[in-house]
């Protein structure tokens, strides 16, 4: 048999995008304004994104995953993406999530962000096929993911363990705003690349040496340095238990 594609789509990103830019807005007069959605319009368009990807990427099985209500990360940084809790939430997001979860068998599982998620089922080895497994997100996160990675849903690049794992480490440094956490203090993409050197063919645990030395510099102790890392993993096969919903934290090996 030959190889099939299965691609695995960030549905955080889809349903947020689409139900953003179908909000339309009313005047009513007498300083009266409205917003509103159409829903059965909304998840038409869910519908139509995920069969172009499908037919756009030429895979043979679709997934679609979305983030959790719990996040493990709170427990690792109670603060984590405390910024966002003042974001306003585009009005149709909980329809088009329903809509994901039943119309497309939709996966979320306990403590996860979609993120997570993806990154598990890449990762994860089929034992009967040969699977092409391809994420497709506009998400720079999912660059830890030693797969084949779309970010314009029609072209693929495919990033190697060591791609991966130099990228993990360059968001344990930098952190990520967005997240709500800081990495190592004034550190951004150019001063990681300088503290990490070019060459990305490098073990992990070089890598990690000079995260710790740039947060040992910053006055920061190494676990501070592996919170600011725990909170930047992308969790891959064998760092979830599916049954207990509980996480293996990202742990640097012993040499």
């Not at 040992?216 to 190494?222: C, L, R, S, V």
Request: hydrophobic fraction near 35%.
């Amino acid at each position: 048999m030959g190889t099939k594609r299965e691609i695995l789509i960030d549905g955080d990103i889809l349903i947020y995008t689409v139900a953003l830019q179908n909000e339309e807005a009313v005047n009513w007069g007498d300083g009266l304004w409205t917003l509103h959605s159409y829903e059965d319009k909304c998840c038409g368009l869910i519908d139509e994104a995920i069969k172009k990807l499908k037919q756009d990427l030429q895979a043979n099985r679709v997934k679609i995953c979305l983030t959790s209500p719990t996040n493990f990360r709170k427990d690792v940084l109670p603060t984590y993406k405390d910024n966002r809790k003042a974001k306003r939430k585009p009005l149709i997001l909980p329809v088009l999530r329903k809509h994901i979860m039943e119309h497309h068998k939709g996966i979320m599982w306990d403590n996860l962000e979609a993120d997570d998620v993806l990154g598990i089922l890449a990762t994860t080895p089929e034992p009967h096929f040969d699977v092409d497994k391809v994420i497709v997100s506009i998400d720079k996160d999912l660059k830890q993911i030693p797969v084949g990675v779309s970010s314009d849903g029609i072209t693929i690049d495919r990033v190697t363990p060591y791609q991966a794992d130099y990228w993990f480490i360059t968001q344990a440094l930098t952190g990520d705003a967005v997240d709500g956490y800081t990495g190592c203090p004034t550190v951004g993409i150019k001063t990681a690349e300088k503290i990490l050197g070019t060459d990305i063919n490098v073990p992990l645990l070089d890598l990690w040496d000079k995260v710790l030395q740039a947060y040992d510099k910053k006055g920061y102790t190494e676990a501070e340095a592996l919170q600011q890392a725990r909170c930047a993993r992308i969790l891959r096969h064998g760092e979830y238990n599916k049954k207990t919903g509980e996480v293996k934290l990202w742990e640097p090996r012993k040499r």
